[in-house]
């Protein structure tokens, strides 16, 4: 099973600011699949990229995937008030799919 | 509009059973794999299960695996999960998500549905 590591735990930062997410995989993740999401409070996830960089339908450009083998990271360019949430990632290259423990990002 | 909408949740006593359903809606239902995923109070996201287009083709999280079953009916466009032997650790949200076709993540969550597993 690989296993996702995400860091930092938390992000405080400010609207405006630039947000670096790391996931960091126990083996290489096949194919680039890996995937971030999004989830507020109360909320389900929401997904935003897929295949390592690929931004889902309706996801503002703001926001943009990188990486391959075992080092992903998610950038938000310039945060907006609604983006303060949790962040998680998931591959699924391997069986079976693994979920990260998750970023939260929250107003400094 | 794809939408999701599970239900079933609810508290029951170490032991027990139960069946979540998850009513789909705004896709050919019978043209995609669907998951469950659970989150437990306050922690991150669980894989529990998935199962095929057709249903022909199940996989089970360890965790689960012996306890649950998922299954599906395209003619309702409504996926199951059947729950027994259920220990407090199954206490969590469980969202049902229609997996992409372009590869094994989830493209539509629903809102998810409560379960307490708890005497």
């Known amino acids: 099973e690989i296993v996702l590591t995400q860091s930092p735990g938390t992000l405080s930062l400010s609207p405006g600011e630039r947000a670096t997410l790391s996931c960091r995989a126990s083996?290489?993740?096949?194919?680039?699949?890996l995937a971030w999401y999004q989830q507020k409070p109360g909320q389900a996830p929401r997904l935003l990229i897929s295949?390592?960089?690929s931004r889902a339908t309706g996801i503002p450009d703001r926001f943009s995937g990188s990486g391959s083998g075992t080092d992903f990271t998610l950038t938000i360019s310039r945060l907006e008030p609604e983006d303060f949430a949790v962040y998680y990632c998931?591959?699924?290259?391997?069986?079976?799919?693994?979920f990260g423990p998750g970023t939260k990002v929250d107003i400094k | 509009e794809v939408q999701l909408l599970e239900s079933g949740g609810g508290l029951v006593q170490p032991g027990g059973s139960l069946r979540l359903s998850c009513a789909a809606s705004?896709?050919?239902?019978?043209?995609?794999?669907m998951s469950w995923v659970r989150q437990a109070p306050g922690k991150g996201l669980e894989w529990v299960s998935d199962i095929s287009g057709s249903g022909g083709s199940t996989h089970y999280a360890d965790s689960v695996k012996g306890r649950f079953t998922v299954s599906r009916d395209n003619s309702k466009n409504t996926l199951y999960l059947q729950m027994n032997s259920l220990r407090a650790e199954d206490t969590a949200v469980y969202y049902c998500a229609k997996v992409s076709p372009g590869g094994y993540y989830f493209d539509y969550w629903g809102q998810g549905t409560l379960v307490t597993v708890s005497s």
């Open positions: 705004g896709l050919t239902f019978s043209s995609y794999a």
């Open positions: 083996q290489s993740v096949s194919s680039y699949y």
């Open positions: 295949g390592a960089s």
């Open positions: 998931q591959q699924y290259g391997n069986s079976p799919l693994t």
